[in-house]
C-alpha cells in the first residue's frame, strides 16, 4: 500500500505561481512512476504530468496543455513529489491529484488513468481571470 497526500493548492492570480507537494508513504520503494492528474468541474479527470525512475536517471513527462508551464520534481528519497506550476491560467483551475504507479510507462504511456495504482485525495487549484 502507498498513502498519497497532496498540499500547496489555493486561489491565485492568472500569471501566478503554485507549488504541489504529495507527501508519498508506505511500499515507496516499489514505486516506478508518480504522476499529478488534474480534474476541472464536469469535466474527466485528466493527465498533467508524471516523473519516472529508472537508475541514476530520471525522465518527466507533460501533457501539451503545461509543457513549458509546469515542473515536475522529486526529493531524492522519491517519498515526495513536486509540482512547480508557473504562469497560471484559468484554464488550470481543477482538483489536481496525486498518483503512484507500481509498474513501467513511458512517455505518453504514462498518461493514462488506469496505470495508476494509488490516489491522493486532491488538492484545489483556483486561477482567477
Known amino acids: 500500500q502507498v498513502q498519497l497526500v497532496e498540499s500547496g493548492g489555493g486561489l491565485v492570480q492568472a500569471g501566478g505561481s503554485l507549488r504541489l507537494s504529495c507527501a508519498a508513504s508506505?511500499?515507496?520503494?516499489?514505486?516506478?512512476?508518480m504522476g499529478w492528474f488534474r480534474q476541472a468541474p464536469g469535466k474527466e479527470r485528466e493527465f498533467v504530468s508524471a516523473i519516472r525512475w529508472g537508475g541514476r536517471t530520471t525522465y518527466t513527462y507533460y501533457a501539451d496543455s503545461v509543457k513549458g508551464r509546469f515542473t515536475i520534481s522529486s526529493d531524492n528519497t522519491k517519498s515526495t513529489v513536486f509540482l512547480q506550476m508557473n504562469n497560471l491560467k484559468p484554464d488550470d483551475t481543477a482538483v489536481y491529484y496525486c498518483?503512484?504507479?507500481?509498474?513501467?510507462?513511458?512517455?505518453?504511456?504514462?498518461?493514462?488513468?488506469?496505470?495508476?495504482?494509488?490516489w491522493g485525495q486532491g488538492t484545489q487549484v483556483t486561477v482567477s481571470s
Open positions: 498518483a503512484a504507479a507500481m509498474r513501467y510507462c513511458s512517455g505518453l504511456g504514462c498518461s493514462p488513468r488506469a496505470l495508476y495504482d494509488y
Open positions: 508506505g511500499r515507496t520503494l516499489s514505486t516506478y512512476v
